[in-house]
């Protein structure tokens, strides 16, 4: 309750109770104590009992207006709190507070004029009457608005869509429910039109669904499809990763195959934008999958070509050459490796490795950049920061080398093009090269001695002899 609303109450009923101790104190004539706060009209011969009445009125009605507020308060702003966990809706206030304001004044006024209500009912039924025919339609919303706060088929919070308007409850009034819509707009549906509508609420506190429609090649696998889509929707901001995005076949198109992907929501008035972010995941992940979209069934094709590169051979090449882990490698087999490598794009927010999975591979960081994540000591539920990565970063080289689980999670902090590397490339030139694994073994123990300071207990030599036989055992060198 809003302390301003006791101020007026409390003026009046302290200048009312001054006002009555003046004029006892100039009193023409003697009075009891509970004449000078319960004096009828029939005793009020003289201009000072007549005054000393309308200052004991006021009196009383501004000492029955702050207890009606401060009844109100308790009851609605503790109580309710404490049996439904929220203050009660502000309709139920005002009727509370208008039943009791009548119940007040009908009984000043049934004590002070001795006025009878049989009389003043039947005399106004026909003004009742009438009024009820003019005031129809307000009168429809108020009852209206009773019936939903009874019911409560939505809350304030909620998105609703109630006829041709969609937006997030604000408030629900005597008159209207109020919508702001997913254009910032607000709309004011009348109370009755609501009760009337077919109305669809998505519970804030509910994880509500969404549908994103999509379309395939026939060339590329439906399990592919699904597995990726999938695994990129789930990582998506503000979809909920407890429930397995549902991706499936909704039709064999004329030019493709259609799907649908079925996710559910954090926040539901989001849902705009989480739609378009979903959809942005989707193209990420088709391309880095080597995946289609269909074009119009028009457009004929012989053959479909693989995914071109952003980059060229040249420009793998020095890009390999400038990563300090491959500089044993001659200008012949850094070209090898460029070709054999795998380029990828990711989008912001998008997770590249994840911990604890099993690989064998790495990654280096064409453009963009990365965030390197592990798990917070005191919240295993929450990642931590502990590395940015720019363009010549490498990251996942344990994988490659030894096989050994991602020890961290990659994620891309903006759009990111990262080179593959994989089991099968390394394996090739360790073949026609085996000394590369000595010297590749080197500059790995040196680097991990240089991150994790193992060489406080162990020196790069046994760092590397120990490398040596984990890459020529992961590698079957013998």
């Known amino acids: 309750m809003n302390r301003r609303q006791l101020i007026i109450p409390l003026v009046t009923t302290t200048l009312s109770l001054l006002v009555i101790y003046l004029l006892a104190a100039f009193a023409p004539q003697p009075l009891t104590l509970a004449e000078y706060f319960w004096l009828p009209v029939a005793a009020a011969k003289t201009a000072y009992l007549r005054v000393l009445l309308f200052v004991q009125i006021a009196l009383w009605l501004s000492l029955m207006f702050l207890i009606v507020r401060l009844i109100g308060h308790f009851i609605f702003s503790f109580v309710f709190r404490l049996r439904k966990g929220q203050e009660a809706p502000r309709l139920i206030r005002d009727i509370f507070a208008i039943i009791a304001y009548v119940v007040i004044i009908v009984s000043l006024l049934k004590y002070y004029f001795d006025l009878s209500l049989g009389p003043l009912l039947s005399g106004s039924a026909l003004l009742g009457v009438i009024l009820g025919l003019a005031l129809q339609d307000t009168l429809g919303n108020l009852f209206a608005g009773i019936s939903l706060h009874a019911d409560k088929p939505f809350e304030v919070g909620d998105v609703i869509t109630v006829g041709k308007w969609t937006g997030v409850v604000e408030s629900v009034t005597w008159r209207a429910v109020k919508l702001r819509t997913f254009q910032n707009h607000i709309v004011l549906v009348s109370n009755s039109q609501t009760a009337k509508e077919y109305v669809e609420v998505c519970p804030r506190d509910n994880n509500n669904a969404r549908i994103v429609f999509f379309s395939a090649l026939y060339t590329d696998s439906p399990v592919k499809v699904i597995h990726v889509v999938r695994e990129a929707v789930r990582e998506t901001e503000n979809v909920v990763r407890d429930i397995t995005p549902v ?232």
């Open 247 to 478: 991706v499936r076949i909704r039709d064999l198109g004329a030019s493709g195959v259609d799907y649908e992907c079925k996710y559910w929501l954090e926040d539901y008035a989001r849902h705009n934008d989480t739609d378009a972010l979903v959809r942005q995941r989707i193209w990420y992940a088709f391309r880095r999958a080597g995946l289609g979209f269909p074009f119009p069934t028009q457009t004929l094709y012989f053959e479909r070509s693989k995914p071109t590169r952003t980059t060229g051979v040249d420009g793998l090449t020095d890009r390999l050459a400038a990563v300090d882990i491959f500089s044993p490698l001659t200008a012949e087999e850094l070209a090898r490796l460029a070709a054999d490598s795998e380029s990828h794009i990711y989008a912001p927010g998008e997770t590249i490795i994840r911990a604890g999975d099993a690989a064998d591979s790495m990654f280096v960081v064409h453009d963009g950049r990365v965030e390197v994540r592990i798990a917070d000591a005191n919240n295993g539920y929450e990642q931590r920061t502990v590395a940015t990565l720019s363009e010549g970063n490498f990251f996942g080289e344990m994988a490659l080398f030894t096989g050994e689980p991602r020890t961290a999670s990659v994620v891309a902090v903006e759009e990111t093009e990262v080179l593959e590397i994989g089991h099968r490339a390394m394996k090739q030139l360790f073949k026609t090269n085996p000394e590369l694994v000595e010297s590749l073994s080197h500059i790995i123990a040196e680097r991990r001695a240089a991150l994790a300071a193992t060489a406080a207990t162990r020196t790069v030599e046994e760092e590397s002899e120990g490398l040596i036989s984990a890459i020529r055992r992961f590698f079957g060198l013998g």
